[in-house]
């Protein structure tokens, strides 16, 4: 990768983001606002003594789902949109490579993810009172890999979609159970032995147990770093894949 090309392309990228206002509102302002509604989901429910509120123990769990799902979606679509459009087709014709191309998006996409996670954080911290072990730093870094994985997944899937609509069907294909199955409705070790294994092959699940560590500890711990590894490691092979499975234009 060419470090000059790189951030030149970061840079059209983020250019592009600032005059979509439609996307802005997607990243910034809904997070806010479905965490206004988990807070008054769960406010008289009630809490057996020395255990974490039922907001504390959602709350933090979705920090780290709304941006995998708003991120892939957004990034799916935009990329879909520019390989339809011809500008995918165009920009290979410059020194520019599909490396380079996915991870701009990528680092574009992971600096809006720190702002949307830092507005949500905000919003659960010291609005609603959030309350966690660990450091509410561990919690936004947390929250931005996780984005960054769904950017990263959403760029590997738009490959293979024609259509905006195709692109958003892959959400129930590939988002959906990961959900499902990342412990926030039941917990992991508590599945059947091959739900448990499908758990483990998704990459959210990794990303949910690490803001759980941080929840539970005051200090990061072993299985933390180790699910951030694993996070890391998912985003670079979907990025390697995106890249392997990129066309120039859709048929």
């Not at 802005?24 to 809904?30: D, E, G, H, T």
């Not at 520019?82 to 574009?108: H, V, W």
């Not at 950017?151 to 609509?165: D, H, I, N, P, Q």
């Amino acid at each position: 990768m060419n470090a000059r090309i790189l951030a030149a392309t970061t840079g059209r990228i983020l250019r592009q983001l600032r005059h979509d206002r439609r996307t802005i509102a997607l990243l910034v302002v809904v997070p806010a606002a479905l965490l206004t509604l988990v807070n008054y989901m769960y406010a008289d429910q009630p809490t057996p003594p020395g255990q974490p509120t039922a907001f504390d123990r959602i709350a933090l769990v979705v920090l780290g789902i709304f941006p995998f799902v708003i991120m892939f979606l957004v990034t799916s679509v935009a990329m879909l949109r520019e390989r339809t459009s011809g500008t995918l087709e165009r920009l290979l014709t410059t020194p520019l490579s599909k490396l380079d191309l996915l991870f701009g998006y990528g680092i574009a996409f992971g600096l809006a993810a720190a702002v949307q996670a830092a507005i949500a954080a905000a919003v659960a911290y010291w609005i609603f009172d959030l309350n966690t072990a660990g450091s509410i730093g561990l919690v936004i870094g947390i929250a931005v890999l996780d984005a960054v994985l769904g950017v990263a997944l959403g760029l590997l899937c738009s490959a293979f979609a024609r259509t905006e609509f195709q692109a958003v069907q892959f959400l129930p294909v590939v988002v959906i159970p990961q959900l499902l199955l990342c412990g926030l409705f039941v917990a992991r070790d508590q599945m059947a032995g091959w739900l448990q294994a499908l758990s483990d092959a998704f990459p959210l699940s990794y990303a949910i147990e690490a803001l759980q560590e941080v929840g539970a500890h005051a200090e990061p711990t072993g299985r933390m770093w180790r699910d951030v590894v694993v996070m890391l490691g998912a985003v670079v092979l979907a990025l390697v894949l995106a890249a392997a499975t990129l066309r120039r234009r859709s048929g």
